[in-house]
Every structure is written in structure tokens, then in C-alpha cells.
């Protein structure tokens, strides 16, 4: 009776916290711990000096001979047991009657099956099979008769070798002895032969990983020339590189950055033409990157270059192989990031930006009229708007009246200051510019046309902001596009926002010293040792190679800014076939 | 020290903005103030006489390649010379300063800022002009080939664009207040060379030692000859009294420039240049006063010298109380400190130290230069 009242109070009193409270439930939450507080992991724990400690304990340098202890290292290396793309393929390998335990560590998706079957496994494991003879037998090196008795050189039997050269058709196999250097091969996408009893490995070329075509540049759009560009697989861009170089003296160097990600990058370079303290100063660079990881060449370009405080681009990017080929010859350097379809090309300076792949393609006479277009454009982008907020507020005298009019006209009915009336304009541009880019591409234009002329038309109408001012913005934001090289355009629109402030502070005043301070940081860069703004601060050379393009006769030498070892790029007298 | 070296033209370029300036400033309207109509005659014969004296700089100082004034006034007379000639370099550099900076503030703020305090004005110069001290002597001169051209086409195109508004008559009397104003007491007018100066500190900073003189007959050449177009432009232009008024003469200049009924106002244009200009000179000039001051001092690496200069300049230059006061130390005392300190005091280091040279050779048989100087050029 007792225990039925209490069962049943007990049920009355869950049936009202039911109804009348929020039931409890045991929520997940998960929370990473701060570095402060303890943690229950060992690792996290461990200071980064002693993760290196312990890697390096537990590093092992040398491949095993015994194939056993190679493969336990190896699980141990690639986490086998969770990762699941890593291929351990135990097999058994004969040779001269003999067999040997053989192991072949590849990555699926990144190697080649098809290459791995045909030229790998099949002659390691089938072939070999009908290659049983002595194994006494001795290899003969060579054979010679003198006084009728034949004198041969043998040598012993030697199993690698005997892979080496009898049982892998690959064209591209290397031994390696240590482990992180198989790990590499792996890692690229090869694969890498363990033989018991032998202490190192083969790395076999089966790369096999799906990659973009070449195709048409995206950005670098030009109407007369080549229309390929560089791709993300770094042996790709080297080999459409050597393909317009055409040349043996073009040298491709390897270099490997990121502690972990060990990124492949080449430095390339004209050895009969760039300059060797060039090339030793960006070799230098490269290999004195204390980093874990490299991504992109983007980032390769913030670690190398010199004044990093600074938003202007010192080096220049293309990803346009005919771009880095001429320059290639002009005896710059170029370096190439695996995974990244952009080069960098390296010293670059005022001129390079202005410059488009296109010139040099061109009638000297259409390429300087386009580089004067550009100049125009870069002064409209830096200044234009700072020099509208100028006149307006402080040398209205310098306009005409019947524009002075107009322009008063236009804003009678608009209640900000210029300032605001502008910022918000240029920010608006920017918000346009941006979402055009990241939006799918279907919508992209459709944002571009919404923000362009919709937004613009309503900010009128609704008296926010004046039409003169809408045409000042669209005028800087068309010439900001004519800006050949993305990254000093983009330094440009922003530096832009200096300007306008500077204008509104002080006018002329204020825009003319910001303009004294610009131009003397760009005086003040160097690029590699080379001056930002050469060759005309310093003066060196600047009817050869200079801003303006000579006609195709007379482009004759090379930048002596860059000190290369050959000064000419052509005789005297190019055009033989007309003046002897 | 590589950082310091500069080429020809950068050399050429430094020294015009530094003669040019003062061209934008009152110069002209001085000159024209001592000579009148004489003035182009004036301007012909001192430039022509500066010519002279900066070629004999440029051969007194062939003794001493690599060497400024500086350190062949420490070969003449020991420490004591040095930092006695150091100490007057370093306040003919911070006046020259105070008073441009002053001068050109105030001229601002007549034309733009009519409401904002003077000290607002050259405080935002004297930022920029810190700033750009920072990056270096190279960064300066470089920023100069930019610069110089534009400038010096501002003046000629304010010269040929009023060749309309002239009144050919004023040129006459050629000798305007006499021969003996024109030739004799219108040598003070030498002071226009003011620039010279800065030829004594230029030496180390040459890549081209051997070109010295090129450089420095160049630029007295070019100053030359729009100092002379700047001169004519003025007295074509006004009667007498009028160029006497209290603002940068080539202004009033510009501001008769028309073309047709569109561009009526082309004046703020030409400010624009020439404050871009002054900036040059002005971080020239600190440049120069820190260089002679750390030198003096032998505190070669210290952060703090530009912004004690500046500061001290910066409190000189509000001095003056108005613009007649300024006007004054810019046409009389900044006139004779540059006689006596630059052609006379200057020059007569250079001779004496060349005297000792060769009294010293003839007793050696050697080159005579002190260890220290040596090192010096080599650091």
C-alpha cells in the first residue's frame, strides 16, 4: 500500500515536472581546451620544442635491409590502420631462384594503377618468373682476346642492380636511402619498392592524379598572342616553359619548402643570361623559409620580398608562360609553386606593373598609346577622387564657372558632406566589386549590373548622393580596371582612400605631401637589390627599357639594371635581310 | 654608406630643387626689389660669377675627393675648426629651414587655409618631411628626378603662357637704378645661389667623384636660367610697386594665365607643384642639417637626431611674428649669411686647406690626407 502511494506520487510528480518544466536533456557540447587550462591529451601538452624532440627520436633515417621492420615503421609513419588511401602491397619477388620479400608503398588516386600493373608488379612479379638460370652465374662488364685467350671482367651478382636495370621498364627511377626521402616520392604521387635484404628503396615515377588541362588565361586576357596558361602541376608550367624557351640553357631548380608540406617549387632561370648574384639571393631566400607549410605562390611572394609593411606588390605574378618567357630572357628569375597556376617573376619594378603581355606583341606605336592609356589610369585611380574632394571643398576657383555651377547644382539637394558622399560611393564599388567575384559566376554579372546602375540610379534619386559623383566613381573604377597586374591595382583602389581623406583634410596641401611621401616610399623599395622605380630613379638605360616600347629593331639590350650576362638581346642591325 | 651614394642626375636634380625653390619663393621679387629694371642684366652677371665660384669649389675640392667641407675643415684647423664650421653649416640649415617652412606655411594659408592656424600647416609638412627622412638620403634625391622636371616646367610654362600679358617696356632702363647698382651692389644678389651650400656636403655622396664639377656647373647652369625666365616673367609683368606685395610673386604670375573661357584659374595648380617642391627641399635641407649635426656630434646611428632637428626648426620657424618679419630675414639676414657663410667663410676653408695641402705634399712627397678622413670616405 506504501510502496503504491509512493509510485504513484512519484509518477504525479514526473507527469508535473513534465508538463510544467523544460525536460533536461544531456546535451552534447565540446569545447577545444584553452591554452591555459589542463588538458587530458599528452600532446597538447608537449611544447612545440619538445614535439620536435620526440620526432626526432622516433625519426628514422635509414630504410631497414630487413623488410619486416621497414613495413612496421612505415604503419607506424602513415597510420595505417586509419588512413585509407595508403597502399601497403606485400609480394614476393624472384630473382636467380632466389626470392625476396618485396613491399610497394603507393597513395591511391595519386599514382597509376595502370602504370603500376604494367610496369612495376607485372615485370617484378610474372616476367621474373621465366628468368630462373644459375645463380652462379656471373655478369660480364666486358671482353677482350689477346694472344688467342680470351680475357673477360665479370662482376658479382648485385640485386640492385639487377632490378635496376633488368626488372623495372620505368624511365624514371631513383634509389633513395632514407625514408623521408621515399616518403617524398610517395607523397608526389610515386610509388616506392622495399626489397628485403636490400637498405634502400626504389622510387618509381606513376604519378597518375587527375589534373586541369591547360587552357586560356583567366585573367591576363590578351587578343594577339598565345593562349595558354600555367596549370596547378608544377612539371606541367616547367614543361610549357621549356617548350617556348627552347633553350638548354634554361636551368630548372628544385628547391622544397615547408617543414611539413614540403611544397615542390622550381627556380627557374637563363644561365647564360641572369645575373648569378640573382639567382644566388632568391636561392638563398627560398631556402631560408622557416615555415611548416607553403600553399601558394602568393604566400611565397609576402615571405621573400623585402619591405613587407608596405601594400605595393614588388614582386610580379603571371600566369602566362610567353609573360615569364619573355621575361626569362630579359634575364629575370622565375619560380614556380606546385599547386599554384601562377609564376613569380622576380626582381620587378614601377614599369613591369604597367606593362601588359601584349605589348611587345603589338606596333610600338598601339602599345605606347595603350601604356599611355594605363598611366592615365593609374593617376585617375590614386588621385582622381582625392582631387574631386579637393576642388570641392577648397580650390573651387580652379574649375570653370558654368562646372562649378553644375557641380553646386547637383548637390543642392544632398544633405552629407562630400566625405561621406564619397566614402560611401567607393565603399559601395567595393562591396560590388567584391560580391561580383564571389558570388557563382551565373549571378556575378547580375550584381555588377544591380550595384552599377540600380543602386546608383536609386542613391541619386533619393538625393544621397550626386551624379557628378557617380561618374567620378565609375571613371576610377573603369580606370582601376585598366590596370594590367591585379595586385597594384588593388594596391592602388587602396591608397585611393588616402588620398581622398588627405584631400578633404587639406586640398591640394594634403593630396600634394601625401604624393611627396608616396612617391618617395616607391623611390625607397627594392626589388631583389633592384631600385622599385628604375630606370629612371636611377637613370640607367631608359631609352632601352624604359616605360615606352622601341620598335622591335630597336629593343637591343637588356635591363643593365639587372646586371645580365649578356647586355644585347640582338645586333646592332637586327633586320640583316635590309641594311648589310 | 652605398645607401647614400647617388648618381649624376640625382646630384643635379638635389641641387635645383634646392635653388629652385627659393626661385618659387620671394627670390625674384628681391632681386628685381634691389636691381628693378636692371635685374636680367643682374641675374646674367651673377649667375655668371656663381659659375665662376662653383667652378673654383669644384677645383679646390679636386684635393680632396670623397671629402666634404666638414672633414677638410677638421685636415685645416683639427676638431675645433670642424665642429666651429659644423655648428655654423647646421644653423645656416635650421634657419634656412624655420624660414622657408614659416614662409611658404604662411603664403598657404593667405591662398587656401585663410582659418587654420599657420602651425597646423607646417606641422603637416614637417611629418612628411620626417617621414621621408626616414627612408634615406637615396629615396630623397630619387623622389627628385620625379619632381624637378615637373617643377621646373611649371615655371616655364608660367613664363611662355604670359607671354601675352608682358609689357616689353619695363626692361628699360636696361641698367635700371645704374651700373653701379646693377654690377656692384647687385652682387649681394649672388645670394640666390643659396644652393652652393649644400655643394660643400655633396662630395661623399657621389658615385661619380670625377663628375663633380659637371654636376655642380650643370645645376648652377640650369638654376641659372630660370632664375633669369622667373626675373623676366616678374618684371614683364608688373610695375614696381606692385611685385613688392606679401605673396609668392610666380603665383600672381600664374594667376593671370588664361586659356579661352574653360581654364580661367590655373593658379592652384601651380601650388600644388611647388608644394610638392618645398617638400623636397625641406626634407633635403633636414637631411643635410642631421648629416652635418650627427657628424659634429660623431653620433652616426641615432634615431632621435630628425625629430630634435625638426622640433628645433619647428620652434625657430614661429619665431617671426608676421610676414614683414619674414620677409625681412629672407631678403637681409638669409642674403648676407649666405655671402659670408657660404662663398666667403666656405671658400676660404676650401683655399687655406689647399694651401696646407701642398705645403704638406712638398714636404712628403705624398698624398697628406689624416687616417681618420680616409676612413671616413672608406665607412
Not at chain 1, 339 to 352: E, F, H, M, R
Not at chain 2, 129 to 158: D, H, W, Y
Not at chain 2, 325 to 344: A, M, P, R
Request: charged letters at 15%; aromatic letters at 12%; one cysteine or more.
Amino acid at each position: 500500500m506504501e510502496n503504491n502511494s509512493k509510485s504513484f506520487s512519484e509518477k504525479l510528480t514526473n507527469q508535473l515536472n513534465n508538463f510544467f518544466n523544460k525536460s533536461t536533456q544531456n546535451e552534447y557540447h565540446f569545447d577545444l581546451p584553452d591554452d591555459n587550462s589542463n588538458s587530458s591529451s599528452v600532446s597538447n601538452n608537449l611544447s612545440l620544442e619538445q614535439m620536435q624532440e620526440n620526432e626526432k627520436i622516433s625519426e628514422v633515417k635509414n630504410i631497414f635491409p630487413s623488410l619486416e621492420v621497414s613495413i612496421e615503421y612505415i604503419k607506424v609513419k602513415y597510420n595505417t590502420l586509419i588512413n585509407s588511401d595508403i597502399i601497403l602491397r606485400e609480394f614476393t619477388l624472384s630473382v636467380r631462384n632466389r626470392q625476396y620479400k618485396a613491399l610497394l608503398l603507393f597513395i591511391d588516386g595519386m599514382a597509376d594503377s595502370k602504370l603500376i600493373n604494367d610496369n612495376v608488379l607485372h615485370p617484378l612479379m610474372l616476367r621474373n618468373r621465366a628468368n630462373i638460370y644459375d645463380g652462379d652465374q656471373e655478369q660480364v662488364v666486358s671482353e677482350g682476346v689477346a694472344n688467342n685467350i680470351t680475357v673477360r671482367r665479370v662482376k658479382k651478382f648485385n640485386l640492385e642492380n639487377y632490378i635496376m636495370s633488368n626488372l623495372l621498364p620505368q624511365n624514371n627511377v631513383k634509389k633513395v636511402d632514407t625514408f623521408s626521402a621515399a616518403f617524398n616520392g610517395v607523397n608526389m604521387g610515386n610509388c616506392v619498392l622495399f626489397v628485403d635484404t636490400i637498405p634502400f628503396a626504389f622510387d618509381i615515377d606513376v604519378k597518375g592524379f587527375k589534373q586541369r588541362e591547360v587552357s586560356t588565361p583567366n585573367n591576363e586576357i590578351i587578343i594577339q598572342g598565345p593562349q595558354e596558361a600555367f596549370v596547378e602541376n608544377i612539371r606541367t608550367n616547367t614543361s610549357l616553359l621549356r617548350r617556348i624557351v627552347n633553350s638548354e640553357n634554361l636551368v630548372i631548380e628544385n628547391v622544397e619548402v615547408g617543414k611539413l608540406s614540403k611544397t615542390k617549387c622550381t627556380i627557374c632561370y637563363m644561365s647564360n643570361i641572369a645575373s648569378s648574384d640573382l639567382i644566388a639571393e632568391v636561392r638563398y631566400r627560398i631556402n631560408n623559409l622557416e615555415i611548416d607549410s607553403l600553399l601558394s605562390s602568393g604566400e611565397l611572394e609576402q615571405l621573400i620580398e623585402e619591405n613587407y609593411t608596405c601594400s605595393i606588390p614588388q614582386v610580379l605574378m603571371t600566369e602566362r608562360p610567353d609573360k615569364a618567357t619573355k621575361y626569362l630572357y630579359g634575364g629575370r628569375v622565375v619560380v614556380l609553386v606546385n599547386g599554384n597556376p601562377y609564376a613569380l617573376i622576380l626582381p620587378a619594378t614601377l614599369t613591369d606593373f604597367i606593362s601588359s603581355p601584349e605589348d611587345t606583341n603589338l606596333r610600338f606605336q598601339f602599345a605606347n598609346f595603350l601604356k599611355i592609356l594605363r598611366l592615365l589610369a593609374i593617376g585617375i585611380t590614386l588621385l582622381l577622387p582625392g582631387l574631386y574632394v579637393a576642388i570641392t571643398d577648397f580650390h573651387q576657383e580652379l574649375l570653370p564657372t558654368e562646372l562649378l555651377f553644375s557641380i553646386l547644382s547637383s548637390r543642392e539637394n544632398v544633405p552629407f558632406p562630400i566625405i561621406f558622399e564619397i566614402l560611401v560611393m567607393e565603399i559601395s564599388f567595393e562591396l560590388i566589386r567584391e560580391a561580383g567575384l564571389r558570388v557563382p559566376s551565373p549571378i556575378g554579372p547580375t550584381i555588377g549590373i544591380v550595384g552599377a546602375l540600380v543602386l546608383g540610379q536609386a542613391a541619386v534619386s533619393a538625393s544621397i548622393v550626386s551624379p557628378i559623383l557617380i561618374i567620378i566613381v565609375a571613371i576610377t573604377a573603369i580606370a582601376s580596371f585598366a590596370i594590367p597586374d591585379f595586385a597594384f591595382g588593388f594596391h592602388l583602389r587602396l591608397m585611393r582612400f588616402a588620398f581622398i581623406l588627405l584631400g578633404y583634410i587639406a586640398g591640394f596641401f594634403g593630396v600634394g605631401i601625401g604624393l611627396f611621401v608616396y612617391v618617395c616610399i616607391l623611390c625607397s623599395l627594392k626589388s631583389f637589390g633592384v631600385p622599385y622605380t628604375a630606370p629612371y630613379a636611377p637613370i640607367t638605360g631608359v631609352g632601352e627599357n624604359g616605360f615606352i616600347v622601341n620598335p622591335m629593331w630597336r629593343r637591343e639590350k637588356r635591363a643593365d639594371f639587372l646586371d645580365p650576362k649578356r647586355k644585347t638581346s640582338q645586333d646592332h642591325i637586327s633586320m640583316k635581310w635590309k641594311y648589310k | 654608406m652605398t645607401e647614400k651614394k647617388i648618381g649624376n642626375i640625382e646630384a643635379i636634380a638635389v641641387v635645383l630643387t634646392v635653388m629652385i625653390n627659393h626661385i618659387i619663393l620671394n627670390l625674384p621679387k628681391s632681386i628685381i626689389g634691389t636691381t628693378s629694371s636692371g635685374s636680367i642684366i643682374n641675374v646674367i652677371f651673377v649667375t655668371l660669377i656663381a659659375f665662376i665660384i662653383v667652378y673654383l669649389i669644384s677645383q679646390l675640392l679636386k684635393s680632396f675627393p670623397g671629402l666634404d667641407i666638414l672633414d677638410i675643415s677638421k685636415f685645416l684647423g683639427g676638431k675645433a675648426l670642424k665642429f666651429i664650421i659644423g655648428a655654423l653649416f647646421l644653423c645656416y640649415s635650421i634657419f634656412t629651414i624655420s624660414i622657408v617652412l614659416r614662409s611658404f606655411s604662411e603664403t598657404l594659408k593667405i591662398i587656401f587655409f585663410p582659418r587654420t592656424p599657420v602651425q597646423i600647416i607646417m606641422l603637416l609638412f614637417l611629418l612628411a618631411i620626417v617621414f621621408v627622412n626616414k627612408l634615406g638620403f637615396q629615396a630623397m634625391a630619387r623622389s627628385n628626378l620625379f619632381f624637378t622636371p615637373i617643377i621646373l616646367f611649371s615655371i616655364l610654362f608660367i613664363f611662355v603662357a604670359n607671354f601675352g600679358n608682358y609689357t616689353v617696356q619695363r626692361v628699360f632702363p636696361l641698367l635700371g637704378n645704374g651700373a653701379v647698382s646693377t654690377f656692384l651692389s647687385g652682387v649681394s644678389n649672388l645670394f640666390a645661389f643659396g644652393g652652393i651650400a649644400y655643394l660643400y656636403f655633396l662630395p661623399p655622396h657621389l658615385k661619380e667623384q670625377k663628375d663633380y664639377t659637371k654636376i655642380a656647373l650643370s645645376a648652377i647652369g640650369i638654376s641659372g636660367v630660370f632664375l633669369l625666365m622667373s626675373v623676366t616673367t616678374l618684371l614683364l609683368l608688373f610695375p614696381l610697386l606692385t611685385s613688392s606685395e606679401e605673396i609668392l610673386p610666380l603665383y600672381l604670375a600664374a594667376r593671370f594665365i588664361e586659356f579661352g573661357r574653360f581654364f580661367q584659374r590655373l593658379d592652384a595648380v601651380f601650388v600644388f607643384t611647388w608644394i610638392i617642391s618645398m617638400a623636397c627641399y625641406l626634407s633635403l635641407a633636414l637631411y643635410f642639417a642631421t648629416d652635418i649635426f650627427k657628424k659634429i656630434t660623431n653620433i652616426q646611428y641615432s634615431k632621435w637626431v630628425i625629430g630634435l632637428i625638426t622640433s628645433i626648426c619647428f620652434g625657430i620657424a614661429l619665431i617671426p611674428q608676421d610676414l614683414k618679419q619674414i620677409s625681412f630675414l629672407e631678403n637681409n639676414v638669409y642674403k648676407y649669411i649666405i655671402l659670408i657663410l657660404v662663398i666667403g667663410v666656405g671658400l676660404g676653408i676650401l683655399i687655406f686647406a689647399n694651401i696646407k695641402h701642398l705645403i704638406l705634399q712638398k714636404k712628403k712627397g705624398l698624398s697628406v690626407l689624416p687616417e681618420e678622413d680616409k676612413s671616413y670616405e672608406r665607412s
